[in-house]
């Protein structure tokens, strides 16, 4: 089936630490999106990529960076810079560059420690 | 121009009735509008979405109203259920955009 993969579920980080969130597709979609939620809130725009290679900053950037090597592949990476990183991270995909829905990963759940 | 503005932020409703979300915008570009849900632990899901060539969508017990003129569209949910409790999403992006624009969310409620 197709779909989005998070891995893993739930993450737990040391303060002064990076991880990295994978995030995979196998819809042939072009486009790729991170979002944060905190509890009871919306999504915020971490970064998405139109195409391989390239990539452009959402909302709320500082403290995270992206790559798109592939274009069934946009891992995340949550740095020491960013200081408050519980929460709760989704990606997304689209096919296109406007008329469709996105489809949203399970999601993954950060957690300092 | 972005934005999207949801209400109710949260809304409870007795089972069988009707639950009407509202979104409104500002960009006259936006030229699709789709609604989400999302379960808590989840990830969102695609519920039903419109574009502004029509007034109406119906999907089952959900319809997407759209008023281009007051730049508003809206959810409503008939014969609500308590498997429909969950945080809905309103959206809009347009055409080369990249991205969408969502509306901050409405936890709804529906009791037995």
């Known amino acids: 089936d197709g779909g989005i993969t998070q891995s893993p579920k739930y993450l737990f980080r040391k303060e002064g630490q990076n991880v990295t969130l994978s995030c995979e597709q196998n819809l042939n979609h072009d486009a790729m999106y991170w979002y944060r939620q905190d509890p009871g809130q919306g999504l915020r725009l971490i970064y998405y990529s139109q195409i391989v290679n390239d990539f452009q900053k959402g909302d709320i950037a ?3 960076s992206v790559s798109r090597e592939k274009k069934e592949s946009f891992p995340l990476t949550v740095t020491s810079a960013q200081k408050n990183p519980t929460a709760f991270y989704l990606c997304a995909s689209r096919p296109d560059r406007g008329h469709e829905g996105y489809t949203f990963g399970s999601g993954t759940r950060l957690t300092v420690v | 121009q972005q934005q999207v503005k949801q209400s109710p932020q949260s809304l409870i409703v007795q089972k069988g009735g009707i639950s009407i979300i509202n979104c409104a915008y500002e960009n006259t570009a936006f030229d699709y509008f789709p609604w989400y849900q999302q379960f808590p632990g989840k990830g969102p899901a695609l519920l039903i979405a419109i574009r502004p060539d029509v007034s109406e969508k119906k999907e089952g017990r959900f319809t997407i109203s759209f008023n281009k003129s007051a730049k508003q569209f809206s959810l409503h949910i008939m014969d609500s259920q308590p498997g429909d409790s969950a945080t809905y999403f309103c959206a809009a992006s347009r055409k080369n955009a990249g ?14």
């Open chain 1, 62 to 64: 500082e403290g995270y």
């Open chain 2, 99 to 112: 991205k969408s624009t969502f509306g901050d969310g409405t936890t709804l409620t529906v009791k037995p």
